[in-house]
Each structure stands twice: as structure tokens, then as C-alpha cells.
């Protein structure tokens, strides 16, 4: 079986282990956002690449920066 990958921030691929943020504290660390900041924004669908596996929060950290990288570049604001 072969692994899973996906593309990492600067286009390389990486194993979604390693792409994972695990808790809104790793979301955070890799963001520069508060944790409340962080659950907030998550709880209210404004945090590209976040979702929730059961009661933890997660995200990966490719889509998170693209996300944010894309909603900087068009002006919205969260």
C-alpha cells in the first residue's frame, strides 16, 4: 500500500503525519494565533485546513498556509 502524501508548503510532498498539527496549541505554535484565537476562528469555519478528529482539534499544515496565504493576498479579512 502506498503512502499518503500531499504537497507541503514550498510544493514538496510530505506524509500527512507529518503535515498534521495536533491541538489548537500546534495550530497556534505554527500560526502565530492565540489558542483561544485559534479554537474561535476553527469553531466558526474560518480557519482553512482545520477540522476536528472527534473532540481534538487538527489541521494540516499545507492547507492552513495556503489558505491564509490565499485570503491575504485577496484582502478579505477572517
Known amino acids: ?3 499518503s502524501a500531499v504537497n507541503n508548503v ?3 510532498q510530505a506524509s ?4 498534521l498539527l495536533e491541538g489548537a496549541e500546534q495550530i ?4 502565530g494565533l492565540p489558542v483561544r484565537t485559534v ?3 476553527a469553531d466558526k469555519g474560518h480557519l482553512p ?3 476536528r478528529l472527534g473532540r481534538k482539534i ?3 499544515r499545507s492547507e492552513i ?3 491564509l496565504r490565499a485570503r491575504a493576498t485577496s484582502g478579505k479579512a477572517a
Do not use: H, N, P
Request: proline content about 0%; hydrophobic content about 40%.
Open 1 to 3: 500500500m502506498e503512502k
Open 10 to 12: 514550498d510544493g514538496r
Open 16 to 19: 500527512i503525519a507529518s503535515d
Open 28 to 31: 497556534g505554535a505554527f500560526t
Open 39 to 41: 479554537y474561535y476562528l
Open 49 to 51: 485546513g482545520v477540522f
Open 58 to 60: 487538527c489541521g494540516l
Open 65 to 67: 498556509a495556503a489558505g
